[in-house]
T-cell receptor
Framework: GAGVSQTPSNKVTEKGKYVELRCDPI?????LYWYRQSLGQGPEFLIY????????DSGLPNDRFFAVRPEGSVSTLKIQRTERGDSAVYLC???????????FGPGTRLLVL | AQTVTQSQPEMSVQEAETVTLSCTYD???????LFWYKQPPSRQMILVIR??????QNATENRFSVNFQKAAKSFSLKISDSQLGDTAMYFC?????????????FGKGTHLIIQP
């Protein structure tokens, strides 16, 4: 079946702009995760959804970052007033249930100029 | 706090050799899951192998096997008969099976290069 998909693949924006990154999980997976991977580092957890609700948003760095999953499937990560330090690869993963094996999408590379 | 340490930033071996990547972790929990993920230049994180902490038997997947030492909190990955396609970043990751953070905690990765 289809894996996790993410759009866009790459996004270039200017400092101060608003961006939205989309994640389409594997069909039937109730758990969805967002991670941020800076150059030369491992991914860092941002937020976890179980169904439609954000069950754990402890990894969001500040209130400029927000994510939604209104129908329990597709999720959107939203970043307001982008800063150059937000430049990174944003990875999405989904799993059948919480704490089960996570399957990752190809990521969105965000570059803030 | 949970931490995962990968002490080898980069390793290089010849094709067909066996290579072992090291990983240590720190947790106060007794039940958890450990993973190795591979990330080629395409950025796609691919699951290599998974280990449940309650299982004493080491997980294996074809040429990939782990040496899980629970008391030492060590989880190394052995790749046998290495192939050029194994060249990638390899990340060790951890998640508690009960409470605590829901997301995976990753190490910084090991860049594995397989030389022809």
């Amino acid at each position: 079946g289809a894996g996790v998909s993410q759009t866009p693949s790459n996004k270039v924006t200017e400092k101060g702009k608003y961006v939205e990154l989309r994640c389409d999980p594997i069909s039937g997976h109730t758990a969805l995760y967002w991670y941020r991977q800076s150059l030369g580092q491992g991914p860092e957890f941002l937020i976890y959804f179980q169904g439609t609700g954000a069950a754990d948003d402890s990894g969001l760095p500040n209130d400029r970052f927000f994510a939604v999953r209104p129908e329990g499937s597709v999720s959107t990560l939203k970043i307001q007033r982008t800063e150059r330090g937000d430049s990174a690869v944003y990875l999405c993963a989904s799993s059948l249930e919480s704490r089960e094996t996570q399957y990752f999408g190809p990521g969105t590379r965000l570059l803030v100029l | 706090a949970q931490t995962v340490t990968q002490s080898q930033p980069e390793m290089s071996v010849q094709e067909a050799e066996t290579v072992t990547l090291s990983c240590t972790y720190d947790t106060s929990e007794s039940n958890y899951y450990l993973f190795w993920y591979k990330q080629p230049p395409s950025r796609q994180m691919i699951l290599v192998i998974r280990q449940e902490a309650y299982k004493q038997q080491n997980a294996t997947e074809n040429r990939f096997s782990v040496n899980f030492q629970k008391a030492a909190k060590s989880f190394s990955l052995k790749i046998s008969d290495s192939q050029l396609g194994d060249t990638a970043m390899y990340f060790c990751a951890f998640v508690n099976s009960g409470g605590g953070a829901d997301g995976l905690t990753f190490g910084k990765g090991t860049h594995l290069i397989i030389q022809p």
